[in-house]
């Protein structure tokens, strides 16, 4: 059963501390996106990665940290510097070049 | 900056009544556009997408958007709502690089 998978899929934490949210793929795509929706602002990017072993910032990275080590997987780390971390989380993947991008069912993260 | 607006943040709308939800890009170059849907506790998925070609594109669940090059917009539209299309929707336009930028969202609330 083809897809991305995201865990889990509520998940709180205290202020100060740091969080990873997982996000893998079984699509065999090379490129994956993390995005952060908020109520009435829609998706932000957060970072993404066209390949193994390279991201890039998006519009809202501060805050984050990513890995890429393996195709399949690209964990993003809610660190204690971001400022306004409870959101809901989505991550998505790609064909490379493509532009239609699939997209896993979410995290809640929710900082007290 | 390229920016995608959606001008309804929140419609309510009865069983069979007709939909539109705006939505207005900003950028000069090659446009890809997308709406996505995202149903109550459900993945964000894809409604319908445009590339090239015939300006009006229809997707699923009897979801059709034109294009209109000259008013920059690429409208979504239904002709007969139902209680299932309750959901909130996304305008999407592709940058360069593969990101996907996306609109504030539109919340839509159908009545029985």
């Known amino acids: 059963d083809g897809g991305i998978t995201q865990s889990p899929k509520y998940l709180f934490r205290k202020e100060g501390q740091n969080v990873t949210l997982s996000c893998e793929q079984n699509?065999?795509?090379?490129?994956m996106y993390w995005y952060r929706q908020d109520p009435g602002q829609g998706l932000r990017l957060i970072y993404y990665?066209?390949?193994?072993?390279?991201?890039q910032k998006g519009d809202i990275a501060e805050g984050y940290s990513v890995s890429r080590e393996k195709k399949e997987s690209f964990p993003l780390t809610v660190t204690s510097a971001q400022k306004n971390p409870t959101a809901f989380y989505l991550c998505a993947s790609s064909i490379a070049g493509a532009p239609e991008q699939y997209f896993g069912p979410g995290t809640r993260l929710t900082v007290t | 900056a390229q920016s995608v607006s959606q001008h309804n943040h929140h419609v309510i709308l009865s069983e069979a009544a007709s939909l539109e939800l705006g939505c207005n890009y900003s950028?000069?170059?090659?446009?890809?556009l997308f709406w996505y849907v995202q149903y109550p506790g459900q993945h964000l998925q894809l409604l319908l997408k445009?590339?090239?070609?015939?300006?009006l594109v229809k997707g699923i669940k009897g979801f059709e958007a034109e294009f209109i090059k000259s008013k920059f917009s690429f409208n979504l539209r239904k002709p007969s709502v139902q209680w299932s299309d309750t959901a909130e929707y996304f305008c999407?336009?592709?940058?360069?690089?593969?990101?996907?930028?996306f609109g504030q969202g539109t919340e839509l609330s159908v009545k029985p």
């Open positions: 990665s066209q390949i193994v072993n390279d991201f």
């Open positions: 999407a336009s592709k940058m360069q690089g593969g990101k996907l930028i």
């Open positions: 445009y590339f090239s070609g015939d300006p």
């Open positions: 950028y000069g170059g090659t446009v890809n």
């Open positions: 699509l065999n795509h090379d490129a």
